[in-house]
């Protein structure tokens, strides 16, 4: 069943990791869905060829978050593709160095709040014109801003931390508009960004943190924003949706 038949849907970082498992996801719920990438055309290209393969639609836009106009290139994009938007999903992150507080430069930590806070802050103000009255807003944050066993992500969970608190208050300013905002908190998910830390008894640590006891893939984080973008959730705005597999239990 296709419940998002007619809808529109934008995913930032929606090319690789768990943005692709996203975009696939709304794409196979019916919605034609804009794939944002920062540089990586090919994994753009592949993740559309992959929708379309599975017949649904999709489209790339193109745009490096955490730049000057960063916004305003992406929604150009957008509009040269479609007239309006259903569905909004702010996934697009960057992790930075795993640093502790006494490691952390000002460079990285400005270039970790550009991509991780105001990019999205941005995005959302840009794009509520674009933002069909009783639309979704979904914004991936992290489950390190509740609680936290890595203490060397610091500058990643405060930048996180930032788009919960926007989240709520969005939740409450839009939704005379219908139009819910709601967060969805992952754990450690088996993607590139982790690539050669997860090995060995790195792996059996992390796997043995969760209350599910294992390792989250993108398809259970897809698996949650699909319901938040679907009709299903229409009564739920302003939550903040811990997905990762029971750890902060």
């Known amino acids: 069943m296709t419940t998002l038949s007619g809808k529109t849907a934008l ?6 990791g768990i943005g692709r498992a996203i975009s696939r996801r709304l794409a196979r719920d019916g919605a034609r869905v804009a794939v944002h990438y920062g540089s990586n055309v090919t994994a753009a290209e592949e ?3 992959e929708i379309e393969a599975d017949g649904g639609r999709a489209f790339t836009i193109e745009a490096e978050l955490g730049t000057p106009g960063d916004a305003e290139l992406l929604w150009q994009g957008f509009d040269a593709h479609a007239d309006g938007l259903d569905i909004l999903v702010n996934n697009a992150g960057i992790h930075g160095d795993v640093a502790e507080i006494q490691e952390v430069t000002p460079t ?3 270039r970790i ?3 991780n806070t ?3 802050f941005f995005v959302i103000q840009h794009g509520l014109r674009r933002l069909r009255d009783g639309g979704r807003i979904v914004n ?9 066993r890595f203490p060397g992500s610091i500058a990643y ?3 996180k931390g930032a788009l919960d608190v926007a989240s709520a208050t969005l939740a409450k300013q839009l939704a005379s508009r219908a139009i819910t905002v709601n967060v969805v908190a992952p754990g450690v998910v088996d993607t590139d960004i982790h690539e050669g830390r997860l090995v060995g008894d790195a792996r059996t640590w992390v796997s043995s943190l969760s209350a599910l006891g294992g390792i989250g893939v ?6 949650v924003v699909a319901f938040l973008a679907s009709d299903d959730s229409r009564w739920v705005t302003g939550q903040w949706i811990d997905a990762s597999g029971g750890t902060l239990v």
């Open 140 to 148: 991936v944050s992290t489950m390190q801003t509740r609680g936290s």
């Open 108 to 110: 990285s930590f400005d």
């Open 118 to 120: 105001r990019a999205p």
């Open 47 to 49: 993740t559309v060829a």
């Open 218 to 223: 993108p398809e259970d984080i897809a698996d």
């Open 113 to 115: 709040f550009a991509v």
């Open 157 to 159: 969970a405060m930048s």
């Open 11 to 16: 995913v930032t970082g929606g090319s690789r």
